[in-house]
C-alpha cells in the first residue's frame, strides 16, 4: 500500500508600518513589498526594511494515513523586525504542537521558540543565463 501524506496550512502575514512621524499622511511615502518567510515555507532572501516589523502566523496540520496520524501546530509564528537595510531581528515560536498516532496515543505541549538575525550579503544583480 503506497504511503500519503497530506498537508493542510493556513498563513497570514501582517506588516506593521513603523514609519517616522514625519511619513504619516504623505502620499510619497514608500511601503516595501511584503515577502513572507515563514520557515520550511517559503524561504526568501529579502529582509523586512528598516524600521518596519512584520508578523507571520500560521497552522498546520499534517496526517499520515498510512499509520492514521495527525500533527497540528498552532500559532506558528514569525516576527521580523528591520534593523538595517541588509539586517533584520527574528523572534520564532513553533507554536503549540498536538501529535495524535493512531492507537490512541497523543501528546501535546509548546514547540521551539528561536531568536536569530538574518543578513543578506547581497542585492539581486538580475538574471542570468
Known sequence: MAR???????FARFLLLALPVAAFGRADAQIPDLVSDRPDQTESSDTVAPGYVQFELGWTRSRNDENDATLDAFPETLVRAGVTSHLELRFGFDGHLWDE???GGREDGAGDLGISLKWRLCEEAGRRS
Do not use: Q, S, V, W
Not at 4 to 10: A, E, G, N, V, Y
Open 4 to 10: 500519503t501524506h497530506k498537508r493542510f496550512d493556513i
Open 101 to 103: 498516532a493512531g492507537e
